[in-house]
């Protein structure tokens, strides 16, 4: 699918949430394979899965993970321009780590507190009634992600430095 930043539109869905759409419709993908360093996490009261975008050579995965990297970065971009925000007001998905892979931070899908996002084991036979909370540290998975939305807790009040918008994404599908 091409991105046209013609049909990017956004649904206001709380006072500092927007829901995104392209052409009417949520935008899914799914990532390369990929490894979730820390399994699952709880910040905040929010599940986060944390995913390594591991661009040195010694990553089997190397180039699927540049071209990852160059989706998520593409977005953005198509984001600040759509809607006007200065790069030092956007707050990228990507998180620098120094000397190691950059990390995408991934909410758990929930409803009402229940868990949404499916998760499958490919051993299923050794992971009977595993559920998402049993996803170990260091595991290689591959997940849909949902570009949900954006947050956006600007304020004219304040300076752009601390004027602040991201890109919400949710984790609807994991196969471990």
Known sequence: MKLDINKLEFVKNTDNIFQMFHDGQPLKFWTPKIEAPFGIDNEYNKYLLKLEIDERDSNKYFSEHAYFKKILLHIEKLIKKKLDIEDIEFKSVLKVRPNKGELVECRIKTLKKNIMTEIEFTDKDNNYLKTIFDIPKN????????????????????????????????VNKNKI
């Open 139 to 170: 595991c290689w998975n591959t997940s849909q992600i949902e570009l949900y939305g954006i947050w956006d807790y600007r304020d004219e009040s304040k300076e752009k430095e601390k004027n602040k918008v991201g890109l919400i994404l949710y």
